[in-house]
């Protein structure tokens, strides 16, 4: 059994949603985004989901694929993803941690080889976005039996006929997709949060986590009131962005920046029931 379940059940005991942030691995290079994963427990993140660069992040707005790109262009690779998990549980045997993306840097990684590696780092759980459930066996039975959860998305298009498919198979959450398009975008609004989040629970047991748009502790707050789980990640990647220098050197300061800014996030969530 992966970290997750026993999360979210401790969580659910607080009578809290959980709080789960995501960066993309190795932005803006492998020590920053090293030190920055690394200090995400402390800052209240209780989930972390972190991203596995490639080249082409279709479901990615702007934010994120510009912090893909920055990640490949310092080095990044699948090989290194893996090594910065590994070194975190070095440290942390207990925040769960879901690797995001997309199937093909899984695949030529070798989907055999990438779950016993994922399991063995310290993986809990992934999230491959392009990936339809019909067509993940290849990739879930495999995770399934080292310990790793397959994580579906449910977005508003995902009807009552529909969620039965995506759901079938399904373990660790469910991450409902809060506004149609890519990430970092819109915002949903609180009602219809609570909406999808109910139908959702109507065809499942499973937690249920809400990202897409979150960009403040208010907002936060609000999809805690109403969901498991809210998810950050457009918003602190941008942080990363903005310590960039136009040179391309990172400006001092910038992991606290962003441990801030998560402290007062994971605040908001707490403060959501």
């Not at 402290?263 to 959501?272: I, N, P, T, W, Y």
Request: aromatic share 6%; with cysteine; hydrophobic share 45%.
């Amino acid at each position: 059994m992966s970290r997750l379940k026993p999360c979210f059940e401790a969580l659910k005991a607080e009578d809290r949603a959980a709080f789960v942030t995501y960066i993309q691995a190795g932005d803006p290079n492998r020590e920053i985004s090293t030190e920055i994963f690394k200090g995400l427990p402390a800052a209240g993140a209780d989930i972390i989901e972190l991203g596995m660069p490639f080249s082409d992040p279709a479901a990615d707005g702007p934010a994120i694929d510009r912090a893909a790109q920055r990640s490949l262009a310092a080095g990044a690779s699948m090989k290194q993803t893996l090594e910065m998990v590994r070194e975190f549980r070095e440290e942390n045997d207990s925040t769960p941690i879901v690797l995001m993306g997309y199937f093909n840097p899984v695949y030529a990684y070798g989907v055999e080889r990438f779950c016993l590696d994922a399991a063995e780092a310290g993986v809990d759980g992934l999230i491959v976005v392009d990936l339809p459930p019909e067509e993940d066996d290849e990739l879930r039975i495999p995770a399934n039996a080292k310990g790793v959860d397959i994580i579906r998305l449910a977005t508003p298009t995902s009807d009552d006929e529909r969620l039965p498919a995506v759901l079938n198979g399904a373990s660790g959450f469910v991450y409902y997709v809060a506004v149609a398009g890519v990430t970092g975008g819109k915002s949903a609004t609180a009602d219809d949060i609570g909406t999808a989040v109910q139908r959702i629970k109507s065809h499942t047991d499973l937690p249920v986590a809400v990202g897409f748009g979150i960009r403040t502790p208010e907002q936060a707050a609000a999809v805690a009131a109403r969901a498991d789980a809210a998810v950050v990640g457009s918003a602190i990647v941008d942080l990363i962005e903005a310590g960039i220098n136009d040179d391309g050197t990172i400006r001092d300061g910038v992991v606290q920046e962003v441990l801030d800014f998560t402290r007062e996030l994971a605040d908001g969530v707490k403060s959501g029931r």
